[in-house]
């Protein structure tokens, strides 16, 4: 499993790969327009604390083909390092990953909601494609069971692209994906957290400390 962090907050992004073993960021103009700041310099600042090895992926506002394709290739040139460009897969913008990944470009396709998108863009050259999970279901869809079509579709079809599932508001959405074969997932800095947060965890810590300092008088073994 690939995770990834969707923000575009620097403190969130700091603290994640402190502490997670992460392998990239994603983004989207709703997430960077929270920051209030310039679009390419906060792209800049996260790669920075991200390195040049880790995703990110950044996405296009243009709605045509032609305008998506400028808009990528100079998101591409002025980031640079392991960096993919977010497409929505309309007409418009299966008809620019066609192109860009001709040229090299790198492409997550995005607003995915059925599995013929996600199949579609990938014929069309894209290296992942993410379904929205809880807008899935916010639909009275279940974005669990896209996942697993989108899983089973690309492999049917010897297909490389990679899923990586988004829109998660709960640790069970991530798991129950994860189960289903999904190569990868973007989640919040909150999910994030709640992955490896149990109670019974915490507990048992405090247990194995207090059974120290009440045989030793002392809560390290140094």
């Not at 045509?64 to 640079?80: D, F, H, L, R, S």
């Not at 915490?202 to 059974?211: C, G, H, T, Y």
Request: glycine content about 6%; some cysteine; proline content about 2%.
């Amino acid at each position: 499993m690939i995770y990834i962090l969707d923000t575009a907050n620097l403190q969130e992004i700091k603290r994640a790969y402190e502490y997670y073993p992460m392998e990239g960021v994603t983004t989207n103009p709703s997430i960077i327009s929270k920051e209030k700041e310039n679009f390419i310099k906060r792209l800049k600042d996260i790669r920075k604390i991200i390195g040049k090895e880790s995703m990110l992926h950044a996405q296009v506002l243009a709605v045509t083909a032609e305008e998506m394709i400028n808009e990528a290739k100079y998101i591409v040139n002025e980031i640079g390092g392991n960096i993919y460009i977010k497409i929505p897969v309309t007409p418009e913008g299966i008809k620019a990953i066609k192109i860009l990944s001709k040229d090299g470009v790198k492409i997550t396709a995005t607003a995915i909601f059925t599995a013929q998108q996600a199949l579609i863009a990938s014929k069309a050259g894209a290296d992942f494609v993410a379904p929205y999970v809880n807008r899935i279901d916010n639909i009275s869809g279940n974005g669990v069971e896209v996942v697993g079509d989108i899983v089973e579709l690309l492999e049917l079809n010897n297909l490389t692209t990679k899923v990586l599932a988004a829109s998660f508001k709960n640790v069970q959405q991530v798991n129950e994906v994860s189960l289903r074969g999904c190569q990868s997932v973007t989640v919040g800095s909150d999910i994030m957290d709640k992955l490896i947060e149990h109670a019974l965890t915490e507990l048992s810590v405090k247990q194995f400390i207090n059974d120290w300092k009440n045989a030793y008088n002392k809560t390290t073994v140094l």
